[in-house]
């Protein structure tokens, strides 16, 4: 855990895709320091060709939690990471904007 605690210490950035519309300033900031700023003029498209197996979960909620107690810690290290990025990024993108 230490080890990927590191990993990610190591990375420029980290975008959670799963929040992705929450943080959706954060995210835009981010992606506009690093010059990759999205086009709104053309949002990219997704067909939505995935099938679901349907078959039921052997685990209850409370069982697959214990099984990934190492995954939900480090997902949660990470989403410190991102929310301190956040505010960083969000500062050095006003800085930016009032020097224009």
């Known amino acids: 855990?230490?080890?990927a605690k590191d990993t990610l210490l190591k990375f420029d950035f980290l975008l959670?895709?799963?929040?992705?519309?929450?943080n959706d300033t954060c995210y835009k900031n981010m992606l506009d320091l690093m010059g990759l700023a999205p086009n709104e003029q053309?949002?990219?498209q997704h067909d939505m060709k995935g099938i679901g197996t349907g078959?039921?979960?052997?685990?209850?909620?409370e069982e697959y939690r214990k099984l990934n107690l190492l995954d939900?810690?480090?997902y949660e290290?990470?989403?410190r990471i991102i929310?301190?990025?956040?505010?960083?990024?969000?500062?050095?993108?006003a800085r930016m904007d009032f020097d224009k």
Not at 16 to 22: C, G, I, N, V, W
Not at 83 to 93: A, G, I, L, M, N
């Open 72 to 74: 939900i810690e480090l």
């Open 77 to 79: 290290y990470a989403q």
């Open 83 to 93: 929310t301190h990025d956040c505010e960083f990024y969000s500062v050095v993108k």
């Open 16 to 22: 959670d895709l799963s929040t992705l519309a929450q």
């Open 42 to 44: 053309t949002p990219p």
């Open 55 to 61: 078959e039921e979960i052997a685990f209850s909620r």
């Open 1 to 3: 855990l230490e080890i």
